[in-house]
């Protein structure tokens, strides 16, 4: 099979590529995966996908990767993903994206989360966004974290929350952090308390300032004090 030309290969019929054991297809070069065609991309049957080697899945162009089917991506294992490229994982469409698992979602290089695209974040569901690890979280760009909708916000654990770089913190929004549960919001620690800005703090309705405990309100510094409007206080 490695034999094979490029020309050889990219005129197989979706019946010949199906053909194929794991072990044949596995055994392409590099080079020859990446001559076959989007159909033909389309066509692996999701066995076949799934056990791809990893070598294999980094050889496919983007074109390639966005051809696959929401059935082949959902066939692909953690370490597929893992071995994927930013560019790569930037190319999915957002519905390939929805077809992650969470166990996929885990298995995105830290490195590689800041390729994301803004739409593709933005289609997580509330389970894929509460799979991320706080690696992932923080990995997020600024740009990228502001996209976050207040519905995927809500559904950060408090591990997710309490992990939060203090950078990360005085990025959230009005929208973002009045949607702040009150169990996400005691979830802080004193130092992300500390960070918030006065925006912020003055955004914070007053339910949510009242459901911070005695140790989160002494972290509140002068500055952060003065901020606050009669209400917050009372």
Same mark, same amino acid.
């Given at each position: 099979?490695?034999?094979?030309?490029?020309t050889?290969?990219?005129?197989? &019929?979706t019946?010949?590529?199906?053909a194929? %054991? /794991?072990?044949?297809?596995?055994?392409? @070069? #590099?080079?020859q +995966? !990446?001559?076959?065609?989007?159909?033909q991309i389309?066509?692996?049957?999701?066995?076949?996908?799934?056990?791809?080697t990893?070598?294999?899945?980094?050889?496919?162009t983007?074109?390639?990767v966005l051809?696959?089917?929401?059935d082949?991506?959902?066939?692909?294992?953690?370490a597929h993903?893992?071995?994927?490229? &930013?560019?790569?994982?930037?190319?999915l469409? %957002? /519905?390939?994206?929805?077809?992650?698992? @969470? #166990?996929?979602? +885990? !298995?995105?290089?830290?490195a590689?989360?800041?390729?994301?695209?803004?739409?593709q974040l933005?289609?997580?569901?509330?389970?894929?966004?509460?799979?991320?690890?706080?690696?992932q979280?923080n990995?997020?760009?600024?740009?990228q974290?502001l996209?976050?909708p207040?519905?995927?916000?809500?559904?950060?654990?408090?591990?997710?929350?309490?992990?939060l770089?203090?950078?990360?913190v005085?990025?959230l929004?009005?929208?973002?952090?009045?949607?702040?549960?009150?169990?996400q919001?005691?979830?802080?620690t004193?130092?992300?308390?500390?960070?918030l800005?006065?925006d912020?703090?003055?955004?914070?309705?007053t339910?949510?300032v009242?459901t911070?405990?005695t140790t989160k309100?002494a972290?509140?510094t002068?500055t952060?004090?003065?901020a606050m409007?009669?209400?917050?206080?009372?």
């Open positions: 099979v490695s034999t094979l030309l490029s050889q290969l990219r005129t197989l &019929s019946e010949q590529l199906e194929f %054991t /794991s072990t044949q297809f596995n055994s392409l @070069t #590099a080079t +995966v !990446a001559t076959l065609t989007t159909s389309e066509g692996l049957t999701t066995s076949l996908v799934g056990n791809l990893n070598a294999v899945v980094s050889a496919f983007e074109e390639q051809a696959m089917t929401t082949q991506i959902s066939k692909l294992t953690g993903i893992t071995a994927m490229s &930013s560019a790569q994982l930037a190319a469409d %957002t /519905s390939q994206i929805e077809a992650f698992s @969470t #166990a996929q979602i +885990v !298995a995105i290089d830290v590689d989360m800041a390729a994301l695209r803004e739409e933005a289609n997580l569901s509330s389970t894929q966004t509460a799979a991320l690890t706080t690696a979280l990995a997020l760009t600024s740009t974290l996209t976050l207040t519905d995927q916000v809500q559904a950060l654990t408090t591990t997710q929350v309490a992990s770089s203090t950078a990360k005085q990025l929004n009005e929208e973002q952090l009045t949607t702040l549960t009150s169990t919001l005691n979830s802080f004193t130092t992300q308390v500390a960070a800005v006065s912020q703090i003055q955004n914070l309705t339910d949510q009242s911070l405990g309100v972290a509140l002068g952060q004090l003065d409007s009669t209400e917050q206080l009372e």
